[in-house]
């Protein structure tokens, strides 16, 4: 069947690889990293077992020897978005692209010719790194990680290149110059490296056979999106028709600004028609961040088992009555602070969103609920009257509170799904601020006059009802 | 074998190409000709299936260039404006590289490579690094990646640029070449001279729209008037003018060469001639004008302009 035809990406990654094999500055990184790291890691492992060994903290060692695997696995795929981003965007850059756009090829096959020539080689590369590791320590005679560990080190390092690459091509779709790309590719970089901790951190601490299988799951969801965006946006008539690497800002604030007004007359009809439409779109978003918020409660509940906290008798009540006495009812002061603290800490669920199709955006969400529901189940084993305390401490700007948070990680989460959504006649770019527009027209028209409301019922108004009910 | 009718690409708000039309039959050469910007590249795209036209249809050898796009690639050579040369390969793997991508057999890549490389003067080049080419050499390897797959339609960039005078040569044999061989080509050129030389066919592209499409001598004679002809006379004799048959004029004359506007040339230049030796006049020498497509050309820039930007 012509319309699977996978030859011409196999002929299109060979020529890469070739290519890439007469390149000293591939070349070199790869077989540094796949040749000497390795022995580095044993050395490092030898090292530290001794050490650790020496205070009876075996453990410590036992978990690091795979993570140092990990490491000596991802340090030659991390070339993997340097070749991708030269591959995809090099090319445009020195013009080689378009006899390729002429020739037959559909689409699908140049990008998946370029997908396997960017992450093949520095996947075999890290394949020989980790096979020298495993070596030196059979040598050395430390035990090696259980199977199912090195299973999951050798799957999630396929599929952290992929994801890298696919990322590459993302960004690539966005630059015309290798340097606009180098300089994009911070999109990847950061958020690659905070996933290594979070892996070093469950490796470690947590440590637990399914926590990196769900890392792994993240990884292939997140993969497959990547990919689906690249495909929609790798096309010869985005890849030879836009220039992008020049920073428009009069683009930037028509597009933002057309979708931000969405053609009100008035304020009137802003709230009515267009604010009214967006919060019509975010329906899905919403119930998934009602359902989010239910999950953690119950979640945060549960951790009260687990991270057990008993409270010396008679404190609660003096406490109330401290409370009681310290509190600025009637000043504006904690107005704004509490104002603030919300504001920013959804600014930087939106931050984290955007690095994350919009996951890491529902933190705010999560810490809050999550704490409601760990601390009223405190509450209930330290036998104190949870439901007065929510009902008087709560619920009176929570009411308000918790509607706008959950408004604020549907928005994010729509930013998410809407960058994660190939759209064929817009850049990555368009969508992006498009996202943001429709962000920020939940924040401003809902959810900071949400914010303030709270604030103020916050400071003014839940001090009394506790302290009518506990004082 | 190009057909396209009323091609038009817009890019957001800016219209690249509005309501081209062309028809290039195969054994013809259309020389597209207008400044940088002007859309030539644009079209040249959307022939070649790489942009899809905002409206209009075009048909290059047959196939639809938006409903069957691969087909159209297939069927097209393309020197683009960028060699897109790989710099650590050579000619010969660059070639292969290309050949496989046209799904072309391995033994008639080996015999095309051959055939070509020879014919532009790169056989013994083939082995060297493309990194090394010299401009010219580029040139003619991308002209020769364009023709590897035996298209019957060309679109060539600016094929001779960069080139030295005898390499030049080379290519616009080739050229002529492929005419004979009834292959339609299209070649977008700055090179008027060249135009002249070779198209069948000129048509001038001025902010995305073709104001002049018609053969050289027609385009000249619409744009620059009747053509002229200047007779020399030994001595710097005079010509009197009454015996100037009726629908030839005298431009201007100087040291006995007289130039000529002549409705009816074939018809009328005899007449005068037998006129001049029946008064025993020393007649010379008696031919054209010569009249450059380049004059043409700007004369019909300047029409454009003076016309608003209409066709002119």
Known sequence: MEALDIRPALIIAQREVRDQFRDWRIIFPIVFLTL????????TARQLLNFVNQYGAGLVGERLIPFLLLITGFFPISVSLVIALESFVGEKERGSIEPLLTSPLADWQLYLGKLLSSTVP???GSFLGMSVYIGGLVINRIPLPDAETMLQIIVLTITQAVVMVSGAVVVSTQATSVRAANLLASFIIIPMALLIQAEAVVMFWG??????????FGLLVLAVLLIRIGLAHFQREELLGREIDVLNIRWIWRIFWDHFRGGARNLLDWYRSVLGKTL????GSMLAAVVLAVIVIILGAQQADRFLLILPEGEFQERVREFGFNLPVGGVGS????????????IVGLLLGLFSFGVLGTLPLVATLGLLGYFTRIMEVNQLPAAQIILSG???HGIVEVPAILLSTAAVLRIGFLLATPMKDKTVGEVFIIAIAGWMQVMIGLVLPLLLLAAMIESWITPLIILRFFG | MIYAENLTKHFADFVAVQ?????????QVLALLGPNGAGKTTTVRMLTSVLRPTSGTARIAGYDVVAEAEKVRSSVGVLTEHHGLYSRMNADEYLTFYGRLYRMPEGLIEQRKRELLEQFGLGEARKKKLGEYSKGMRQKLALV????????VLLLDEPTSAMDPESARIVRDAIRALRSDQRAVILCTHNLAEAEMLADQIAIIRRGRIFLNDVPERLKQFLLGPEEYEITLRDGAGIPVEILPLGVALSRQENGRYVFRIDQPEEKIPLLLKRLLDQQLPVLSCAPVPRSLEEAYLRAVSLHEENGNGSA
């Open chain 1, 207 to 216: 440590r637990d056979t399914l926590s990196l299988w769900w890392i792994v």
């Open chain 1, 280 to 283: 019509f779109e975010l329906r």
């Open chain 1, 335 to 346: 107005v704004q602070q509490i104002f603030l603290q919300n504001v920013r800490a959804l």
């Open chain 2, 19 to 27: 309501g081209i039309h062309l028809d290039v039959r195969a054994g």
């Open chain 1, 122 to 124: 520095p996947l075999v």
């Open chain 1, 394 to 396: 709560v619920v009176p």
């Open chain 2, 145 to 152: 990646r364009a023709l590897l797959h035996n298209p019957p």
């Open chain 1, 36 to 43: 000497f790291f390795p022995f580095l890691m044993n050395f």
